[in-house]
């Protein structure tokens, strides 16, 4: 899966030209396209789809965490291959090494000097294939990639493309050979998502479409390079008001503080639940963003990084669902903006002018 670099450096290009040309109304439009692009390849997973999307759009890093078998790969390769941009797909395994990754500086003995070959994380979008079976030391080489957007090898810093996005993958029940991700590397992400099985008619569908060949063989790219770029440079004009503001920071707040918590949400994580409803908000051609953006959200966001106590997993098992439970307590008890969504008031206020609350992006509903 493997393009050119011309090609990236045309999708860099475009960040400069024309990326404030598209309307919000135009990026529901794309944003559709793509969306059952990807949905002809993973059937039945609308939501796992759709918040691939967002993170993208928000200019995250997505990891897709699940059992072995659910399409988690397919959705990453799907969505990467519905935009016309490089992509680079790495196999983490145990003997890979970090310069595998970043890349590294070869000796020319023609020209008597050192050259630097760029290393598979140089491409708009990077798959990284069960990223929690190579090594700790390996997997702090995305640590830079993926916040400052840059590489440094041998003293000398290199630029990544834009946009540049990480989406991973990982099997959260088969511990042996793998590596987990420590917080700093998790923090990273915007947000995590499960594909969990799909229903019924949805199997039945897929051995139908998948009798003589694969799906992902038929669909071709659907938006552009330039198109991406310009669809992102809307979603950050997306408008969120002083209150949606306060809510995003008291819902981040209580997990420093809740007593079930040995580690709450970063400050980082405020900064990509806003950045992500903006997001939201553009898939659905709207300028502004409301508590139910933020409600829907909260788990996918904040889940993976929250630590709870021993007492707090008790029969739990895992770490996810004791996360996920305390969440929803927290945005149940936190406060709701009435009104201030826009300047004037709350368009998705109910009767008693109370915002009604959304699903989350888990699927699990979170009441007002």
Request: aromatic share 4%; charged share 20%.
């Amino acid at each position: 899966m493997n393009n050119s670099s011309t090609e990236a450096e045309t999708v860099s290009d475009a960040r400069g030209t024309g990326e404030a040309d598209m309307s919000l109304a135009d990026v529901r439009v794309l944003a559709d396209r793509i969306l059952a692009n990807v949905e002809s390849v993973i059937t039945g997973k609308h939501d796992a789809a759709a918040m691939a999307l967002t993170v993208l759009l928000a200019e995250g890093h997505l990891l897709i965490e699940d059992v072995p078998g659910v399409g988690k790969t397919m959705l990453a390769k799907a969505l990467a291959k519905s935009v016309h941009c490089t992509v680079n797909r790495i196999q983490f395994t145990p003997d890979l090494l970090p310069s595998d990754v970043t890349g590294v500086s070869i000796y020319n003995q023609v020209e008597r000097r050192f050259e630097f070959q760029p290393g598979a994380v140089f491409a708009n979008i990077v798959i990284g294939d069960e990223i929690n079976r190579a090594s700790p030391k390996t997997q702090s080489a995305l640590l830079e990639c993926m916040e400052e957007h840059q590489v440094s090898v041998d003293g000398v810093t290199h630029l990544l493309a834009s946009p540049f996005t990480v989406v991973a993958t990982q099997n959260p029940v088969e511990m042996e050979g793998t590596y987990a991700l420590p917080e700093a590397q998790r923090d990273r992400f915007m947000a995590r998502i499960s594909m969990g099985y799909p229903d019924a008619a949805s199997e039945l569908d897929m051995l139908h479409s998948r009798d003589l060949s694969s799906p992902l063989d038929a669909i071709d790219a659907v938006a552009t390079g330039a198109e991406l770029v310009a669809m992102m440079a809307a979603a950050r004009t997306v408008f969120v008001s002083w209150p949606v503001k306060q809510y995003a920071v008291s819902i981040v707040q209580a997990t420093r503080h809740h007593p079930e918590l040995r580690l709450g949400a970063s400050p980082r994580a405020t900064l990509h639940l806003v950045r992500a409803a903006k997001a939201r908000a553009a898939l659905e051609g709207r300028e502004f963003v409301l508590p139910d953006d933020i409600d829907a959200l909260v788990i996918p966001v904040l889940g993976h990084r929250l630590v709870p106590t021993s007492r707090a997993l008790g029969s739990r098992g895992q770490g996810a669902a004791a996360a996920s439970d305390i969440l929803e307590r927290i945005v149940r008890s936190t406060p709701v903006p009435l009104g201030g969504a826009t300047t004037g008031a709350d368009p998705a206020a109910n009767g008693n002018g109370r915002p009604a609350r959304a699903r989350s992006a888990t699927g699990a509903g979170v009441t007002g």
